[in-house]
């Protein structure tokens, strides 16, 4: 083989166009992003070397930047790992980030093109906003192959073997383009290389050298003491870890001294950037053994509920062969998980009094991943359930429980609540909760999936002083005191016989799905509810059970139809004649109620034809 020619990939090269034509104004971080690049090449050399011993060892590991006036190049070269020819063409040729069509998708849009560039974090790809062309000359650890990948950025790229480099490593070099205009950047210039690697790769470990001089401090920025780092120093290490390209929400700084010695720079990310969950490469958090690092993603680290966090720990006390598997038996590592958690609790906590407006970005995108923690862990579920923010009936905002407790009337028995579906002003119509709030009572509006496992099993989990949390999906739950039970009761006896041919036919109709049908004097606008037996499951559980793959076993609820409203009145005086139109208006009211808790009716097309009917006697009517 000498040169061997490829086309991208659709999307890589739809990214490609995007770069070269970008108006993305911080052109500066593809050195940022190269310089990560190397470094990481450079840890997983180490790496490498520690598993299989007949690797030579890397006597001197280094990054070095050079600059060439003549021939208007830039290169970034390190030797580090290095790449196979396969690997380029994974690596460089396709786009493996998950999220990339949404990207080019939503990208479409110029105006918000530069915003998206800067969240997707397109890594190698950035060259091209400076350099029309680029050489990437590779040699992988162990190998004795050397390979050459050429592009110029548009829908081909080529990689030939004929020339060869000493050492494995890989050297990228870009051909600048000129400078569009007199306020764009020379990055063929020396100050300005300086200043971007001041700025953006200082922290980094290894030495970076550019004109034979050694420019990075290679501080590692967890060590030094906090009066000494700028704000601009962390969102940096940050981007270096993460691939983020937005800033960090808040960091959270662990100096753990005592029997376990062990330091800690977290992040909680400003959003879920697209990749965060997927990309184990800049997942978690990167474990270091005395400044070494040593992998990242250390799942151990940290509990799953918390895996939106990122960052670094640095322990004293581990040996530096340690690997994964024996990790998890370690005891230090579980000591540093627990004090890890209990400082994330403390700074969330911190935040939540101090700084509700930030919280609140937290919280709506980490949210509900961080009240699994309630199911996970019961040791801290009320912790957990303690800083969680809710939405309320009360107002348009949040609120935490115990914001929640001091409104609660002082004959309320616990926290009303109601669980399902992701669409908050769908709850908000719940029939459920009007005779709640025609009371005056505020109630909980529980949108996220977790929170119906919550409801289901809080009372087990939270300590006895806690305030409960009551479902009002429940037939048992009840906005009402003794004496209005028994008031209510007694006026139910009154219509009791007039109603019983409309509950006799509801009951022929849907006898194998109710339990009972009765009429209800405190629903005010809507005409029917369905409740949970009190024992039995939530159709919202049933909802989540089947969105899973399983068959919930059969539930029978009760259906309260509204004795004050016009259509049950009528259909309460119909029913002793036994109408047909009497059980197709039963069907409709039925599924109306299955709809206003979310879920899909059995038969679509059967409601919808009963509907169509009814429309046309009314226009007749009319
Ligand atoms: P990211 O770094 O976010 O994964 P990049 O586009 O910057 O995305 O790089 C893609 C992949 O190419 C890297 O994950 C790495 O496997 C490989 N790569 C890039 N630069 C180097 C390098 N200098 N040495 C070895 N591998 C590299």
Known sequence: MSEEKFFYQTEAAELLKMMISSVYSNKDIFLRELISNASDALDKRRIECLRNTELAENKNPEIKIEINADSKTLSVSDNGIGMTRDELIKYLGTIAKSGTKEFLKAAKNENTQSELIGQFGVGFYS???????????????????????ISDGSGSYTIDD??????????????????????????????????????YSDFISWPIYFKDKIINSQKAIWQRPDSEIKEDEYKEFYKHLTHDWRDPLTHIKINAEGSTNFKGLLFIPSEAPLDLFMNPESGGISLYINRVFIMNDCKDLIPQYMRFIRGVIDSEDLPLNISREILQDELIIRVIRRSTQRKIFSELKKMLENDRENYIKFWLSFGRILKEGVIQDHENAKTILGISLFRTTENDGWTTLSEYESRMKPDQKGIYCLAGRDNLSALKASPKIEPFTSKGYEVLLMTDPVDEVILQEANFILPEESKDLLNIAKDDVTPYSEDEKKA????????????????????EIFGDKLETVRPSLTLTSSPACLKDAPGGMSLQWENLMRSAGQTPPVQKRILELSANNPVVKKLISLSKDNSDKVSDILRVLYDQSLILEGVMPDDPAGFVKRVDELMAVALKDG
């Open 127 to 149: 060259v091209f906003m400076v350099a029309d062309k680029v050489e990437v000359l590779t040699r992988k650890l162990g190998s004795s192959e050397t390979f050459k990948f």
């Open 162 to 199: 004929t020339e060869t480099r000493d050492e494995c490593g890989t050297t990228i070099t870009l051909f600048i383009r000129p400078k569009a205009d007199d306020d764009s950047k020379d990055y063929l210039n020396e100050w300005t290389i300086r200043e971007i690697i001041g700025k």
């Open 488 to 507: 209510n009761e007694k006026k139910l006896k009154e219509i009791d016989s007039e109603f019983e041919p409309l509950r006799k036919k509801a009951l």
